[in-house]
Nanobody, 124 residues
Framework: VQLQASGGGLVQAGGSLRLSCVAS????????MGWFRRAPGKAREFVGR????????IYADSVKGRFAVSRDNAKNTAFLQMNSLKPDDTAVYYC??????????????????WGQGTQVTVSS
């Protein structure tokens, strides 16, 4: 499976961005999808996860209420809607896919495939 993330860019604090992650290849298998990010000088951290069938989502506390993960299974695409962006949200954002069902979704090892990342920069 190949994952292609897009939609990053430069935005002012308080603004919004929507990231997309398109899966190609073995799309006959069901995958739970996750989003992670790596800020400059920091380790990669969990952002949010959505399950394949029921669409159940979980989020990191730092983004809860501001970010939303969704998906369009027919188009093999996951989305990360980011609202009320802050400078601390500046990072490279990665999407990831794990064969359904992953245990919880907040740990990197639960995922089998990773996208290349897309840069999000939030100016103050």
């Amino acid at each position: 499976v190949q994952l292609q993330a897009s939609g990053g860019g430069l935005v002012q604090a308080g603004g919004s961005l929507r990231l997309s992650c398109v899966a190609s290849g073995d799309t006959s298998t069901s995958y739970d999808m996750g989003w992670f990010r790596r800020a400059p000088g920091k380790a990669r951290e969990f952002v949010g996860r959505i399950r394949w069938g029921c669409g159940n989502t979980i989020y990191a506390d730092s983004v809860k209420g501001r970010f939303a993960v969704s998906r369009d299974n027919a188009k093999n695409t996951a989305f990360l809607q980011m609202n009320s962006l802050k400078p601390d949200d500046t990072a490279v954002y990665y999407c990831a896919a794990g064969r359904t069902p992953i245990r919880y979704g907040s740990r990197e090892y639960e995922y089998d495939y990773w996208g290349q990342g897309t840069q999000v920069t939030v100016s103050s």
